[in-house]
């Protein structure tokens, strides 16, 4: 069939379903306007009073944490040295009888001591994945976050917490402090609009998964694995707020969304069909001729735009969005390639891994907005010293690596060698200052029988060794091994 008559046929099925809504257009006019009601106005208006609901109870708890931020108490006891666990405890225990809270707590930035109503209860650690809100956060510029997160005192309980910084009469962080609320106050939120309207009311996180529910809930943990959500996940996931409907069971069900940014969920209100709809629905059969097809035509441009969308989205996944370098994902995928291919041809194949010296310093003095230019400086620095065929991989923070194909250790070597001296004499103008860095850099080969990590675990013993060894160097996995 020629492309002449593939065009014929489509407009002949635009114009047929044309013609065919137009003609029946009298009978849509009630359906829509109660459809519109739904969609556009009265599940918008319940997801909206459910949000302002939430946030009305989350004021009063943002002022405690902020009061207990800017407690003189407080602060001069953290300064004293924190002489005395049982006078915090008793000041939490008190915050937290007086307020009617779930939990209040403080976590010092020196000692990192967890002080709760009970004592200490642990201390927090970068390498404990339940501590990670507290070095994300000091890290951050808000004075204050919202999270939803396990209880540290209780684990099987999820809490609401409302985390302050805490600054001394110098401006310096020593801690953070807060309150924690219990869940069910959403939870109660949830039950009552589901009460007193009839809708179906639920919370997903970023992900898609069903956070929080009412106790006649009957769908799915996941909504990806519904078989009529399913369809709408992506849409629902990738904007701040939808509206939409779809069929189950002989019934229309319109559903909105909202992200809710205190909790970083997404909020889902969705109503099935009134009787009255119904009724519209079983007059208008005819209607499903023409909308079937008009349905069919928009679902199949729409399949082509985000097949596109989707074609871009896989690449910048693959892509660190700072640097445009490629990231650990496109990594995995390179790396065993180009070990297979090395292999093959029987060439050497090398890996450097290069962190930048200082950088924290840059951060810490002229502010991240600085840190980033320089890491994305650095990153064109790199770009134009390296080679087409060669991959550069954002590995971290301030870290790099590059996967040499067809180049030995000594190649490696000189080449890292170049890197580093690029580095050295690179300056951004920061504040009418020139800033600058320097580079450590380690150097390993594939060897005959080695694995792909094996190779940058080499090169990474050898960073280490350059770091260790004044920095602003390269370093071999010989070298690496002699320093260890």
Avoid at 6 to 26: E, K, P, R, Y
Avoid at 299 to 324: I, N, P, Y
Avoid at 418 to 429: C, D, G, M, P, Y
Wanted: aromatic share 10%; glycine share 6%; proline share 3%.
């Amino acid at each position: 069939m020629t492309k002449k008559y593939q065009i014929l046929i489509v407009l002949g099925l635009i114009l047929f379903a044309g013609f065919t809504t137009t003609s029946l257009v009298s009978y849509f006019t009630a359906h829509d306007s109660l459809a519109r009601q739904i969609e556009e106005n009265t599940l918008p208006l319940t997801g909206d009073n459910i949000y302002s609901e939430i946030q009305r109870d989350l004021l009063r708890p943002i002022f405690i944490s902020s009061l207990m931020a800017q407690d003189t108490f407080l602060r001069d006891w953290v300064i004293a040295g924190e002489q005395d666990s049982t006078a915090i405890a008793r000041y939490l225990k008190a915050i937290q009888q007086r307020y009617d809270t779930e939990t209040s707590f403080f976590v010092s930035d020196r000692t990192r001591n967890y002080y709760h109503p009970q004592g200490v209860i642990k201390t927090v650690s970068k390498d404990d994945q339940q501590d990670g809100w507290y070095f994300r956060f000091k890290s951050g510029i808000a004075p204050y976050e919202i999270n939803i997160d396990r209880d540290t005192a209780d684990p099987s309980r999820i809490t609401v917490f409302i985390n302050y910084k805490v600054f001394d009469y110098d401006g310096n962080l020593i801690g953070v402090a807060g309150v924690g609320l219990s869940t069910s106050m959403v939870k109660q939120l949830i039950d009552d609009y589901q009460r007193r309207y009839n809708r179906e009311i639920f919370f997903i996180n970023r992900f898609g998964r069903v956070m929080m529910h009412s106790d006649t809930y009957s769908g799915t943990d996941q909504i990806r694995s519904s078989p009529e959500l399913g369809l709408y996940a992506t849409r629902i996931l990738t904007s701040p707020s939808s509206a939409f409907s779809y069929e189950a069971n002989g019934r229309t069900v319109f559903v909105n969304s909202r992200l809710v940014p205190e909790f970083n969920w997404y909020l889902i209100v969705q109503q099935a069909s009134n009787p009255s709809s119904e009724k519209i629905y079983n007059t208008l059969v005819l209607n499903l001729i023409g909308s079937g097809v008009v349905t069919l035509v928009v679902l199949s441009l729409a399949w082509l735009t985000v097949s596109g969308f989707q074609r871009r989205l896989e690449a910048l996944a693959h892509t660190d969005k700072l640097t445009g370098l490629a990231n650990r994902q496109m990594l995995d995928q390179m790396l065993p390639q180009q070990v297979a291919l090395a292999r093959r041809r029987k060439e050497p194949l090398s890996c450097v891994i290069a962190d930048l010296d200082g950088f924290k310093q840059i951060n810490d003095t002229y502010g991240h907005p600085a840190g980033d230019l320089m890491i994305s400086s650095i990153a064109e620095l790199f770009t134009a010293v390296t080679r087409e065929a060669d991959l550069i991989c954002r590995w971290g923070g301030d870290e790099f690596l590059f996967i040499l194909p067809n180049c030995d250790q000594a190649q490696a070597c000189r080449f890292a060698e170049k890197l580093r001296t690029a580095v050295e004499n690179h300056r951004i103008r920061v504040d009418k200052a020139l800033v600058g860095l320097s580079l450590s850099l380690g150097v390993s080969e594939l060897g005959e029988q080695e694995s792909p990590d094996d190779m940058i675990l080499r090169a990474d013993h050898a960073l280490l060794a350059s770091k260790s060894g004044g920095r602003n160097r390269v370093s071999e996995p010989d070298t690496a091994l002699l320093v260890n």
